[in-house]
């Protein structure tokens, strides 16, 4: 079982729309979370941080996190094509866990915005 | 700009050439890494330094060699590669390492191909 898990897509909305993208994870003990989007050619850039159960809202993204179900999702409301990337999710174990606080990361989920 | 940079941004070597890669953070933080990218593949961690110590290798064959001078520069020495090896390699740098909130920011990266 892979440790953190994405559906590599690509996933295809129409602008406008909203972009849902999700990601589950395998360490129980993970205590941080994180979404990175990375446009082809580039270096992933920090979307969002997430750290307890709940959302998460910044502008146009909110970040939800169940810890229970080990889930972790992205939404992206008013898509735009500017939004067409590849968003990586991220998780990090609790210090002490064997994980040394390591990243670990999805293969990453392609979202495409159609104009 | 994220505050990491990273030199060269493209490399193309013979698997016989002795390369290094070059990271410099400008954000004073403590911890950095060197991950490998390659297509279809999650990020893989690489190496991990805190205050300039080694803490994580992750069976890294030894034809990679980091180098950790200070709490702001990161090289990766190649030496003898083969054309698996080619890949994005990725910089990043954290304000500590076990933090558990701690972000990972990213340098461009550097496009490696071993011919």
């Known amino acids: 079982q892979k440790e953190v898990e994405q559906n590599s897509g690509p996933l295809s909305v129409p602008e406008g729309a909203i972009a849902s993208l999700n990601c589950t994870y395998s360490?129980?003990?993970?205590?941080?979370f994180f979404w990175y989007r990375q446009y082809s050619g580039k270096s992933p850039e920090l979307i969002m941080s997430i750290y307890s159960n709940g959302d998460k809202e910044d502008g146009r993204f909110t970040a939800q996190l169940n810890k229970a179900s080990q889930y972790v999702s992205l939404l992206i409301r008013d898509s735009q094509p500017s939004d067409s990337a590849t968003y990586l999710c991220?998780?990090?174990?609790?210090?002490?866990?064997?994980?040394?606080?390591?990243?670990?990361f999805g293969q990453g989920t392609t979202l495409q915005v159609k104009p | 700009e994220t505050g990491v940079t990273q030199t060269p941004r493209h490399l193309v070597m013979g698997m016989t050439n002795k390369k290094s890669l070059k990271c410099e953070q400008h954000?004073?933080?403590?911890?950095m890494y060197w991950y490998k990218q390659s297509a279809k593949k999650p990020l893989e961690l690489m190496f991990v330094?805190?205050?300039?110590?080694?803490?994580e290798n992750n069976s890294v064959p030894s034809r990679f060699s980091p180098e950790c001078p200070n709490s702001s520069h990161l090289f990766l020495h190649l030496h003898t590669l083969q054309p698996e090896d080619s890949a994005l390699y990725l910089c990043?740098?954290?304000?500590?390492?076990?933090?558990?909130?701690?972000?990972?920011?990213f340098g461009p990266g550097t496009r490696l191909t071993v011919l």
């Open positions: 954000l004073g933080h403590n911890a």
């Open positions: 990043a740098s954290s304000q500590q390492l076990a933090g558990g909130s701690d972000t990972q920011y």
């Open positions: 330094y805190s205050l300039e110590e080694r803490v």
């Open positions: 360490d129980r003990v993970s205590q941080s």
């Open positions: 991220a998780v990090k174990g609790a210090h002490g866990s064997g994980n040394t606080g390591k990243l670990i």
